[in-house]
């Protein structure tokens, strides 16, 4: 690859062209209709009504939840901030909650164009990971890319450090080092201790790279050191002192406890993540990746040697930590996708570069035409793909009916139908209809959640539960105002003898 960079020789004005086209590219996958479905149960809704609660009590440092110290969800509240910023710009709704994925997905990809403009003289294999990357299902996906959960933003800052990193190891800059603490303090205070699972093959990648001993003598490395411990030890013990019992609470959810034992019956076997990555969430890429990690180790040009071996490392590594860890769930193997898109990007950019530099082509056709023709061809149908479904997003089948309360409450909450009920009776977890109760009481339609046992008769009262529609209908004298199944508004009238 270097190769082939060397007789290119590009312009700076390339690596704006690929920024220019990575934004264009970009808006459909990560921000078309953004806002269009209703928030998603559990992570998400309950960092939305985090951040509108912090917005309203001015409580910065400890996460609420119905009032309440959040001692459930107890990752620290860098994305939470975030959101919350965003609802003091912007109002309070869906986009608020999930812009900031949206944009460090962007960054991301902002990041591994620039990667490979420093270290491989050529914007376009990180414009290539970057496409790589959103037309990936895994990746651009509501809890990643298109939510308001974690995992974007931590992805972010993973990759960060990874870079930094590896320029570490290669020049032992000041900077380089200070830029990956930084990014691991960061990565920490969006999603606890999932921020440092890389650490292990960083630390390989010295020792191979002869740097580990020579950062144990830098001053810089423990000057990083120390103001990752004061930021992140600062933070948690601050939030123990403002909410008594926090740390432990983190250490039940967040480490031991969530790493050795099954949480909420999320149970796998070992080949979890190696079986999504191969049939649903890289199908189209994962052996682009593998030909990727052969060709680039195996290759002449020690820097392509070196990006190959890293990423190959870093994936493998972090790979068996979360395949070996007892609770499983789909979205932790989201932090793999910028170093998969890197390696795939490998045997994608060898066939740009043989097009722009083959002699064959340059006498019978336009060579940059054919490279980018066939760039185009590669990437067409998987991007267009992602295109069609971010352009009208639908609920999947099996989440149409349990999403059918929140659609209704959302549009209420943007003013596309009158909602003019008082109650909402809801018994399962409700952070998704707490969150719409608190737009729509912003918009005068004061509103509560309600168990069953506490209807009295003159409320107007929305339900969606079988089983909370069962006991209204038996229970109570009442109308039916609206019937869209399963929704249904009910006026109660009075208590059956």
């Known amino acids: 690859m270097k190769d082939a960079n060397a007789s290119l020789h590009l312009p700076k004005r390339d690596r704006w062209i690929a920024y220019a086209l990575l934004l264009a ?36 440092f400890v996460n609420h939840v119905g009032g309440r110290p959040d001692m459930w969800s107890t990752k620290p509240p860098l994305l939470v901030w975030l959101q919350a910023i965003g609802m003091a710009l912007i109002g309070p709704g869906e986009l608020a909650v999930r812009l900031p994925s949206a944009i460090s997905a962007l960054f991301i990809c902002l990041l591994l164009v620039r990667f490979t403009s420093k ?17 990936s299902h895994g990746f651009v996906n ?16 993973m990759l960060w450090a990874a870079i930094s990193a590896f320029r570490y190891a290669d020049d032992g800059s000041r900077n380089a080092v200070l830029s990956m603490f930084a990014a691991l303090a960061l990565g920490v205070l969006t999603k606890s201790i999932q921020a440092v699972m890389m650490v292990p093959g960083i630390i390989i990648w010295w020792i191979a790279a002869k740097r580990l001993l020579p950062a144990l003598k ?10 990752f411990a004061i930021l992140v ?36 076997n070992g080949f979890f993540y190696i079986d999504n990555l ?31 071996g890293f990423s190959t490392l870093l994936s493998v590594q972090y790979l068996l930590v979360i395949s070996n860890a007892a609770t499983k769930l789909d979205w932790y193997d989201a932090p793999l996708y910028p170093l998969l898109g890197i390696l795939a990007a490998i045997p994608i950019h060898l066939l740009f570069a043989w097009c722009r530099e083959s002699a064959w082509l340059k006498e019978r056709l336009n060579a940059n035409v054919a490279s980018w023709t066939l760039m185009a061809c590669l990437f067409f149908t998987p991007y267009l793909n992602i295109a069609k479904e971010t352009y009208i997003p639908k609920e999947y089948d099996w989440d149409r009916d349990f999403y059918a309360l929140q659609r209704y409450l959302q549009q209420g909450a943007h003013g ?10 809801y018994e399962a977890y409700d952070a998704h209809v707490l969150f719409y ?24 009262v929305v339900a969606s539960e079988q089983h909370v529609k069962d006991h209204i209908e038996q229970h109570y004298m009442h109308s039916v105002t609206l019937d869209e199944p399963p929704v249904k508004v009910y006026s109660i009238e009075g208590v059956k003898p």
């Not at 990690?293 to 190959?308: E, H, P, Q, W, Y």
């Not at 737009?439 to 209807?455: D, F, V």
């Open 25 to 60: 590219l970009a808006y459909f996958p990560l921000f078309m209709n953004l806002d269009a479905l209703p928030l998603r149960t559990w992570d998400e809704s309950r960092q939305a009504v985090s951040a509108y609660e912090m917005l309203h009590n001015g409580n910065w």
């Open 119 to 135: 270290q491989l003289g050529s914007p376009w294999p990180g414009l290539f990971a970057s496409l790589v990357i959103l037309t």
């Open 142 to 157: 509501m809890h990643v890319a298109r939510s308001g959960d974690y995992d974007a933003l931590l992805t972010l800052f």
């Open 218 to 227: 830098d001053r810089w490395f423990w000057i990083g050191l120390v103001g």
């Open 233 to 268: 030890g600062g933070f948690y013990l601050l939030r123990e002192s403002r909410n008594p019992g926090y740390l432990l609470a983190v250490w039940e959810n967040d480490m031991g406890g969530r790493y050795g034992h099954v949480h909420d019956g999320h149970r796998a």
């Open 278 to 308: 191969q049939q649903d969430r890289f199908p189209l890429w994962y052996l682009w990746s593998i030909a990727g990690a052969v060709i680039g180790m195996a290759g002449k040009d020690a820097m392509l040697r070196r990006i190959a």
């Open 416 to 425: 596309k139908r009158t909602v003019d009920v008082g109650v909402v009776c």
């Open 437 to 460: 109760t608190y737009l729509l009481t912003e918009r005068g339609q004061t509103m509560e959640i309600l168990p069953k046992e506490h209807l009295k008769p003159g409320m107007k």
